[in-house]
């Protein structure tokens, strides 16, 4: 297994920020994508969070847990987090979760 890899692009002008993760997102690094992307949302002059996940091979149900922490912890700061690019893995998992709704998929 390869673990998640997390790259942030830096924030433009508008406040957002791109971030692309790889790899897998299970139970081993769920946590640390939940709490590197909410410590992101906190930063001064972020708005939006453009999660691109299009490289994530598989994802469980920790990794979808973290990404609806994460999107919670954003909102309660301001912040937009939104998915982008699902690999196929990971939008299967979000439509038979009905997460994709959630993540304005």
Do not use: F, N, Q
């Given at each position: 297994m390869s673990d998640a890899t997390?790259?942030?692009?830096p924030v433009d002008p508008d406040g957002l920020v791109v971030v692309t993760l790889?790899?897998?997102l299970d139970l081993d690094r769920a946590d640390e994508?939940?709490?590197?992307l909410a410590?992101?949302?906190e930063e001064?002059?972020?708005?939006?969070?453009?999660v691109e996940v299009s490289d994530l091979g598989f994802i469980d149900s920790y990794?979808?847990?973290a990404l609806v922490s994460a999107r919670n912890s954003a909102a309660a700061k301001g912040v937009t987090l939104t998915l982008a690019e699902p690999s196929p893995?990971?939008?299967k998992a979000l439509e038979v979760t009905g997460l994709g709704d959630v993540f304005s998929l």
């Open positions: 997390i790259k942030y692009e790889s790899g897998e994508v939940r709490d590197s410590r992101m949302a001064p002059g972020i708005r939006y969070l453009r990794g979808l847990g893995p990971v939008r």
